[in-house]
């Protein structure tokens, strides 16, 4: 009976999205500009139903809310199911992502008012929650799939949202290829853990590799794992494939918000969370690295951008390759736990950058000014007082990500930076790299957060035209950034057990215990090794957060150091412009990928039209153009003329000359009967 | 002389006059009296086969009484068909009737 209730909950959770997308894809028009009534109704049930989920965390312990599934077709010993699989890890993203999801909504109503596709925008986030709840109920990897690949289109709808602008497009288009990348080896990993074990669903994988499917030939495990985090490189962005999430910054804010800061980024986490007890300490370390380069390097990147979205673009990948470092050094639980913390965080940065966006949209607009960039940090400053509750919303939560005590980034982080910690700790060598990039990181997330901070909202304003128009954004707006801004504070997270900032031993931890790792990895030492670096990461994940403010305030809002010349004495050694251009990785794809691509597309479109189109197909046009001329030819002048027309004149050549005997006189007729007799009867004589 | 072969050579040499005047006769009477000539020349022939095949009924002799009738009746037509030749040419030469010439 319970079971029942939960699964209507669940099934209505999935398709609620999916009706408000069916609703105003196709009576969009007659709704006009009130789409957003339609939407907000069915998002705003979904919410509920979250939330109803999301109370069971408290009561059950590590039991599954909900596993159920339904076969949905056999073709001989292929069999595939489809189900939902609700445990606490997904009652608490399916929360994160219908709250996330329903604020931007409610955002988007303003933001987007007079957009001429208005009610479009709402479908399409419809379909976008639907696929992304997919992912998160799904409980086998195929479902995940289909899901997985839901989310890429909507992606792609919604960074082309404004599909005139070519950048737009072509921005749609890089996000949608580089993610299939990643999807052709997540593919190819789920089909090796299928054929070895038989079984797409997640529980059936764990039990299977337990019971030692693998046994022999833990390097295939491995590469599966490997292939299936592939999937993950690409959605959540990670190095080699995060070019795609800077340039998806040209979808609308809200969308980036929404999709590729809060959720749907975070679905490669997830995926890493769902399948991390088959993933083999090989993998795990590879995942490892490629988080800690990530973080590392996108963090770098960010300090020089000086567009608003693209500083906390950069800044998501970072954060994405913390919570994948967590995952690979095995602080499973850190790493989940910074995938919660940073989406609302993060989602209200992107929102409090929309909302600058918008106001300096009006300005310009006012102005009548189309040229100025209003997404240029360079363009703002003192906006403070202009834009109080922007601010303070925008504040708080950099204050949440650069890891200050009391913010939920902080313990977040610092559970994070425990973990790399203590695999250093017990693997020494090269593993040095993990807490160093971790660090270093947190040192420069804090330094160009503030740098952000300052440049737009403190000083002198830059342009005082410009500051003079900017005025707060209205009220469905600033409520979403004031809710998310509220859940910064680590309070939320760290309730009931305690309210000490620096203790993480609240309603979370114990929501998400940890599992066991059936593939070789000892969660125990893991989890003892958290325990004893917990302390040595918070004092210095406390100490690199305040250098980090420290240097942002000394270079941006006392100006006691010169940015511009330090930046020139860093390029001595050309290590600005490696950031500035975001270490040439566009470049090197262009040069090692595109050119050779483009290249081969060369050679291959001049073989195809100036050998085989022009050459050989119209030399067949040639030939047979040839040979009906002749054959036509010989047809019209042979056929017709001789044969055909032959018979006929023939015919008149005999019927003139045989008209000749038929001359009316009886008796000749007559003579030539009789001759005719004559002649029979002689030469019957002769036989 | 009494023997199958001369009836046989007098009914082919009436029959050849009968074809001969057929042929060369301008005149439409001149050529019916050409047919009963030739209808003759058959009578006679199945006369004598009769007599000298060895026939005991008198298959001939019915067969000629028929041809007779035949002659009679196609006399009649053909001096009705005259008439009206005569009415429409003018005249009874079958040179002049040459409505069918191709």
Redesign the interface.
Known sequence: MMDNSNLTLALLNLFLPLLSFAILIFFGKKFGDKAHLVSLGLIGGMLAIAIRFFSNVFHHGAEPILETSIQWFTTGKFSVDLGFLINNVAAIMLLVVALISFLVHLYSVEYMKGDPRYSRYFAFLGVFTFSMNGIVLADSLVMMYIFWELVGLSSYLLIGFWFEKESAANASKKAFLTNRVGDIGMFIGIMILFFEIGSFQISGLIEGVHNGAFSGDMTLLTIAGVLVFMGAIGKSAQFPLHIWLPDAMEGPTPVSALIHAATMVAAGVYMVVRIFPILTPDALELIAYVGGITALMAAIIAITQNDIKRVLAYSTVSQLGYMIMALGVGAYQAGFFHLTTHAMFKACLFLCSGSVIYAMHHALHELKDHDTDPQDMRNMGGLRDKMPITFWAMFISTLAISGVPFFSGFLSKDAVLAGSLSYYHHHHGWSLFLPIAGFGAAVITAFYMFRLIFMTFFGNPQNKDIHSHVQESPFTMTFPLILLAGLSFAIFFTLPATINPFDSHGWFTHAVPMVDNVAGLNMHEVEEGLHHTHHSAMMISLAVAGIGILMSILFYLFKSVDAKQMANALNKIKLYNLSFNKFYIDEIYNILLYKPFLAFSWLCSKLDWDLYDQKFIDGWGWITIKLSDKSGEADYNWLDQKIVDGFGRLTQYFGRN??????????NY??GG?MGLLLLIIVFQQF | MDSLLSYLIIAAMLFSMGIYGVVTRKNAIAILMGIELILNSANINFIAFNRFGGMQNLDGHVFSMFVIVLAAAEAAVALAIVINLFKNVGSVNVDDADLLKG
Not at chain 1, 658 to 667: F, R, W, Y
């Open positions: 045989l008209k000749l005997t038929q001359n009316g006189v009886v008796q007559l003579l009789i």
